[in-house]
């Protein structure tokens, strides 16, 4: 007599209905544990199985079950029913498909690749506030990258110190001034002083340059704390908050997305500890699930790394991750992304940081385009002649790419972009 019943949660002839979410699985079995049961046990685990067959069940547990119904070698695609999901509720979404099954001994290996969210749970959902159209709007800028850099040390400044490098920053030609993921409101910079010199300047830098210019601060906290100090952005003028999304929990981001809307706040998300679950090829959960569900909770922005920089990453997922952020329907990528089609939920920023300089801008915007945030930090502090220099060599650098000439040749009329050259060239920071 068998004791467990995993085997009924695979039926390789299954036809999906078109409610149902898709999850895409890389997976290893343990010793001794064939494929097909292994992803038995994985759909069994994160819907409604259990280790033995029960004595009494009531009928309709059969149509709740998840159903393993595709296996390509080390790949298989398991259907969740919609009934088992509950209306708008990411958090519960999570515990489901990247919960328990983690921590299952029948598998080695288990990596969650993406998820095919249906129009039927999409619709739940608030997505992004503005949107790229509307941030593009609020900073009266058209069509090229968005561009933002970090004070380097990441942390260390007073908060006059900090926001005197922003003032620098903005005066270059940035947009926007960031505050990194540890820094939050620590005793040689608190975030309320911080807050009233960053405004200062920020003033002091829109009147000179006629330019709108902002600032990611990070409010990371416990929720009640990032309430307050989200009033205090807005009543300061500003229309970015920070938040440091992974370690804050989805929970919390959930909450702070409409807080932040009531104020006119876009969020922009910095993804501080993802590799530590998205790093291993075979285990844990990829940054494309990551970005699909802070683009699905309502972010406006999330970090996506650049490939030519010191953060790990290819350009195919750069790509990748870019068009699950922008796009309205995003196509189907064989072993990394499933269809998607997004419905009313807006679009987001791809922001490209990690050991960037002018010399490295080419690439990066041939790997995006324009439609993203790039952040260049320690390749505008770096520079020879300071950060305000710096910040004119990555605007020039821009400006190459998309007049189509090559950077040796715009610097020989562009003598910060040339000082950057010499100094790192084309250099790739590892």
């Known amino acids: ?25 890389y997976f290893e079995p343990a010793a001794g544990i064939s494929g097909k049961e292994a992803v038995g046990r994985i759909a069994s685990e994160s819907s409604t199985g259990t280790w033995t067959t029960l004595h009494t069940m009531p009928p309709r547990m059969k149509a709740l079950q998840a159903t393993a119904f595709n296996i390509e070698g080390n790949v298989v695609k398991i259907a969740y029913p919609l009934d088992l999901w509950e209306e708008g509720n990411a958090v519960q979404l999570m515990s489901g498909i990247a919960g328990n099954i983690f921590g299952m001994k029948a598998v080695k290996n288990l990596r969650l690749i993406d998820v095919a969210l249906p129009p039927a749970y999409v619709k739940h959902y608030k997505g992004p506030h503005f949107g790229n159209a509307g941030i593009r709007k609020m900073m009266k800028i058209a069509k090229r990258p968005l561009t933002g850099a970090v004070p380097k040390p990441k942390i260390g400044f007073t908060a006059k110190e900090h926001a005197e490098v922003g003032y620098e920053t903005w005066m270059g030609g940035f947009d ?42 990070n409010i990371t906290a416990d929720v ?38 009531d104020l006119g706040l876009a969020i922009h998300a910095h ?38 920089g010191k953060l790990t990453g290819s350009r195919k997922e750069s790509v990748a991750l870019a068009n699950l952020l922008r796009e309205k329907k995003t196509e189907a990528i064989d072993g990394m992304l499933l269809k998607q089609d997004w419905g009313k939920i807006k679009s987001a920023f791809p922001v ?74 084309h250099y790739k920071p590892v």
């Open 224 to 261: 009640e704390t990032m309430k307050k100090r989200a009033d205090l952005l807005a009543a300061n003028g500003w229309n970015y908050c920070m938040i440091d999304v992974v370690v804050a929990g989805t929970a919390s981001v959930m909450t702070m997305r409409d807080y932040c809307s």
């Open 271 to 308: 993804r501080a500890m993802h590799s530590a679950f998205s790093r291993n090829r075979k285990h844990g959960v990829t940054m494309q699930f990551l970005a699909k569900m802070m683009r699905l909770i309502g972010v406006s922005q999330i970090h996506t790394g650049t490939a030519v």
């Open 176 to 217: 926007f001034v960031k505050d990194d993921e540890n820094l939050t409101s620590v005793s040689f910079n608190r975030f309320n002083d911080r807050v009233k010199f960053m405004t200062k300047l920020r003033d002091k830098a829109e009147k000179e340059t006629g330019e709108v210019k902002s600032a990611f601060l």
């Open 1 to 25: 007599m068998a004791i467990d019943w995993y085997k009924e949660f695979v039926d390789m002839n299954y036809e999906p209905a078109k409610d149902e979410l898709i999850c895409l699985f």
């Open 352 to 425: 490209s940081s990690g050991g960037l300089h002018p010399g490295l801008v080419p690439e990066v915007l041939d790997i995006y385009g324009t439609e993203m945030v790039l952040l260049v930090s320690g390749g505008i502090h770096g520079h020879p002649n300071g950060t305000r220099a710096g910040a004119k060599a990555t605007m020039q650098a821009i400006d190459a790419w998309e007049e189509g000439v090559t950077l040796e040749e715009k610097a020989k009329k562009a003598k910060e972009l040339k000082e950057a050259l010499g100094k790192w060239g």
